[in-house]
C-alpha cells in the first residue's frame, strides 16, 4: 500500500460527458501528479500540483483540467469525453517538488462507451 | 529530459540475479538516474535512484558506469513477485518542474520458476 488513495477504481461512461477523478495523496505529501496510460501511448504525464498550486504541466489535453484542494487532495476533471479517453489514471504523490521518491496510486480505470 | 533506451523484454530463472541494463548516452552532469517498475495491474513503485555512485536498497542495487552513459539495475535473486515492467527515467536534479517523470516503454521482466 503506497498511501496514496485513488476513487473510484473503475469508471464506466458515455462519450460527452464528464467525470471527476480523486486522489487524497500520502499525509504530508504536497505534490500531486497525475498520469494517464493507454495501450498505445503508455504512461504520460499530465500534470503537477505543489501546496495547492500548478507548478508543470504535460501532454493534457484542454478537455481535462485538475486542482488542489487546502487540504492538499486532487481532482482530474475530464470533460466532452471520446472514446479515447478509455485509460489508467494515476495519481502519485511526493513529499516536494524537487528530486524526491514519489508514490503512485493503484489508479482510476476509466472506460468511455 | 534525456531519453534511456532499454531492451524490450528480459527473462530469468527464479532465485538468479538479474542485470536490467539501460542506455542514456546523453546524460546530463544534473541527471538522476531513476528506476521504476510496475506490475501487472497495479501503480509504479519506486526502486532505487542514483547519481554518480553505485546505490543498494532492500529491493535492488543500481551500477552506475563511470562516464554514466549506462546504468544496471540489479536484482540479487528474482522472485516471481518480480516480473513487471521496470522503467530506467532520467531526472534533472536541478529542474523546478517537480517530479515529472517521463516513461519510455521499459523492459518487461519475466521471471520462470
Known amino acids: 500500500d503506497s498511501g496514496v488513495t485513488q476513487t473510484p477504481k473503475h469508471l464506466i461512461t458515455a462519450t460527452g460527458q464528464r467525470v471527476t477523478l480523486r486522489c487524497s495523496p500520502r499525509s504530508g505529501d504536497l505534490s500531486v501528479y497525475w498520469y494517464q496510460q493507454s495501450l498505445d501511448q503508455g504512461l504520460q504525464f499530465l500534470i503537477h500540483?505543489?501546496?495547492?498550486?500548478?507548478?508543470a504541466k504535460g501532454n493534457i489535453l484542454e478537455r481535462f483540467s485538475a486542482q488542489q484542494f487546502p487540504d492538499l487532495h486532487s481532482e482530474l476533471n475530464l470533460s466532452s469525453l471520446e472514446l479515447g479517453d478509455s485509460a489508467l489514471y494515476f495519481c502519485a504523490s511526493s513529499v516536494g517538488h524537487q528530486n524526491t521518491e514519489a508514490f503512485f496510486g493503484q489508479g482510476t480505470r476509466l472506460t468511455v462507451v | 529530459d534525456a531519453k534511456t533506451t532499454q531492451p524490450n523484454s528480459m527473462e530469468s530463472n527464479e532465485e538468479e540475479p538479474v542485470h536490467l541494463p539501460c542506455n542514456h548516452s546523453?546524460?546530463?552532469?544534473?541527471?538522476?538516474i531513476h528506476w521504476y517498475r510496475q506490475l501487472p495491474s497495479q501503480g509504479p513503485e519506486y526502486v532505487i535512484h542514483?547519481?554518480?555512485s553505485n546505490v543498494n536498497n532492500r529491493m535492488a542495487s543500481l551500477a552506475i558506469a563511470e562516464d554514466r552513459k549506462s546504468s544496471t539495475l540489479i536484482l540479487h535473486r528474482a522472485t516471481l513477485r518480480d516480473a513487471a515492467v521496470y522503467y530506467c527515467?532520467?531526472?534533472?536534479?536541478?529542474?523546478?518542474?517537480?517530479?515529472?517523470?517521463?516513461f519510455g516503454k521499459g523492459t518487461s521482466l519475466l521471471v520462470t520458476p
Open positions: 542514483g547519481l554518480t
Open positions: 500540483y505543489y501546496n495547492g498550486e500548478e507548478r
Open positions: 527515467i532520467l531526472r534533472d536534479g536541478g529542474s523546478n518542474s517537480g517530479y515529472a517523470l517521463n
Open positions: 546523453t546524460i546530463s552532469g544534473t541527471d538522476y
